[in-house]
């Protein structure tokens, strides 16, 4: 617990994300879960509206409650506005912040707790304050106590605009009510492969759930890495979102996801052992990685090992270990890592050496 | 000297073919040359107006020159529209005959020297008959005093069609006057890649050549090998034809691929690197590889190895073995080597572990 370097020094993108390890619940096909809180002081116009000073009052009022609350062992504060671009899109890459905080020179802010980097607020991105909890595996319920009681705790000290009749205010109507968002980041490559993912899909949005790539809204999936979301939040109190995503929706994905592995491997052995084997040829002897192609890559060799199949499951690389690569391969990690700016030619060659290394079994005595 | 197993024979598919020997002249840029020589004789129309008889008697009689000609060592002889398909496949394969000489049932022959497989001829295919000796590397001359030579010697028990104002007579006016076709297929893969191939085209089509594929007159050049041939015949000796290939084209296109990959390397490394690594990788990792795809990967490996690219240069298979790849990959060949039949998806699956299996090391002690 005496690692309280910051998300963006060269060990923690080395290190990678706590929220991607490996060897957690259901961690074969689960992820990460993730539970935001949307909050606004009351007294305070929304942001869209709020004046510079306005801006500055929330933050300072906020931060100094962040202070009191002891959200973890260490915390990290960051005045978002001022770090250079390649801190902020660490952040993003981590998932610890989103990209609209990343945006804009007005005053915001990120707290982010160390070193497991498991509760983080930021505040003036959409809301006034977003608290936000990331665990990896199969883990809502833990993630939602957790945001909940990082979310008491900040309350406790700060007025925050509630309506008896309609819950929490929000700046977006949509976030009205609980405020609460809960994901589910799942891994569905096999999914992806027999062409069930849109079933999946279009099931989610019958049911109100949103399904979107590995980085937000627009991202498309990257890595057959798919987030499933509650939309709604008006009238739904938080226990019925958690039992809905925890109990039905997730478990069934999970379901269908091993169903689709375990058949691909009866029906069509030599077609997944091909697919998985081109991905693993193609991370052990390119030269030049686009992210794209090396998160879809890395997915297909992750199903190979899933399925135990002979050249992937030999790889030096565990679980854990590839989750880890599919962030670090990211642009701003990996010049992290490599502790220099690189373009985007250089970003390309470095990805594949890096890569390459991860994978091959370390030579010599 | 004393193995004269036919061309379509198991040991024959599995050693490959004499004319994709490694370690020739100009072997890293010349794979082989071919002379054909296209003759008729007189007293019998052409083959598109004989009638079933007049065939039976152009077969007999050329035949028996043939079989008086001592062309080789040993020498096979097979009545082609006797023979099953799978074995007139692996002759077209083999570069031995023609795909039109392997069409239809109608009375056609080929004789082909063994072990060496260098002089054929083909009775009945567009001519009576066609003469080619086929040699490894940049031996055009010497193809070409082979050729001549089993051109005597069938000749002189021969009464072949000749008029003194045009030469040799043939069925398509594009043969008449020598009846010579003289033919290098090189391995232009830098000049593909640097996109200088469609110059090379070009230029030969401006001298009145023509380049084609691995396959012949309408195949798009696979594992990029291309063929350059002479087009006209009438009123240009053979020796000026010999010598503009010989001495002029090849030694220029030769020079142009060489300058080429040296380019590559100079000015491109990581992108070469790249392009055979991914190549490499693919066929040592794929589980189902088509044709096309092989030559094309085996080509940039072979490359890979001129260049002297790491992943490349410590395979198993040598320049030779990776030629005679080329050869065994196609579908006949493959199951021949099998010794059984195969539909479209079991061969992909054999090719792929056939070529695994060259390019990797044996292991163990």
């Given at each position: 617990?005496?690692?309280?370097?910051?998300?963006?020094?060269?060990?923690?993108?080395?290190?990678?994300?706590g929220w991607l390890l490996g060897g957690a619940i259901d961690g074969d096909v689960v992820v990460s879960c993730r539970v935001r809180l949307a909050r606004n002081l009351s007294g305070f116009p929304f942001l869209s509206r709020a004046t510079l000073d306005q801006r500055l009052e929330v933050m300072d009022a906020v931060r100094a409650q962040i202070a009191r609350a002891s959200l973890g062992p260490a915390l990290l504060w960051a005045n978002i506005h001022e770090?250079?671009?390649?801190?902020?899109?660490?952040?993003?890459?981590?998932?610890?912040?989103?990209?609209?905080?990343?945006?804009?020179?007005?005053?915001?802010?990120?707290?982010?707790?160390?070193?497991?980097?498991?509760?983080?607020?930021?505040?003036n991105e959409e809301d006034h304050l977003r608290v936000q909890c990331l665990l990896p595996g199969m883990a809502l319920p833990q993630a939602w106590a957790m945001a909940s009681e990082a979310d008491d705790r900040l309350e406790d000290g700060?007025?925050?605009?509630?309506?008896?009749?309609?819950?929490?205010?929000?700046?977006?109507?949509?976030?009205?009510?609980?405020?609460?968002?809960m994901s589910v980041m799942l891994h569905l490559p096999a999914l992806r492969l027999s062409a069930e993912i849109e079933k999946v899909k279009r099931a989610a949005?019958?049911?109100?759930?949103?399904?979107?790539?590995?980085?937000?809204?627009?991202?498309?999936?990257?890595?057959?890495?798919?987030?499933?979301s509650n939309q709604r939040t008006l009238g739904r109190p938080e226990s019925m979102i958690l039992a809905e995503l925890h109990e039905q929706i997730v478990p069934?994905?999970?379901?269908?996801?091993?169903?689709?592995?375990?058949?691909?491997?009866?029906?069509?052995?030599?077609?997944?052992?091909?697919?998985?084997?081109r991905a693993l040829g193609l991370l052990l002897h390119a030269r030049l990685l686009t992210p794209e192609e090396t998160m879809g890559a890395i997915s297909m060799v992750r199903l190979g090992r899933a399925l135990n199949i002979a050249d992937?499951?030999?790889i030096a690389a565990d679980d854990a270990t590839l989750l880890q690569l599919m962030l670090q391969v990211q642009p701003a990690h990996l010049q992290r890592i490599a502790?220099?700016?690189?373009?985007?030619?250089?970003?390309?060659e470095y990805r594949a050496d890096l890569v390459r290394q991860r994978l091959t079994p370390a030579t010599g005595a």
């Open positions: 617990m005496s690692d309280t370097r910051a998300p963006w020094s060269v060990e923690s993108a080395r290190r990678g994300a770090l250079p671009s390649l801190e902020r899109t660490l952040l993003v890459e981590r998932h610890l912040m989103s990209k609209e905080l990343a945006k804009g020179d007005l005053p915001r802010g990120l707290a982010v707790t160390l070193p497991d980097e498991r509760v983080s607020v930021m505040v700060l007025d925050i605009a509630y309506s008896s009749r309609y819950g929490y205010l929000t700046a977006c109507p949509t976030n009205v009510g609980t405020g609460v968002r949005s019958d049911m109100g759930l949103s399904v979107r790539g590995f980085y937000g809204e627009n991202s498309e999936a990257s890595g057959d890495l798919f987030q499933i069934t994905v999970i379901a269908y996801e091993r169903a689709a592995r375990r058949n691909l491997l009866d029906k069509q052995p030599r077609l997944v052992e091909d697919q998985c084997g992937c499951a030999g502790e220099r700016q690189m373009d985007q030619q250089q970003r390309r």
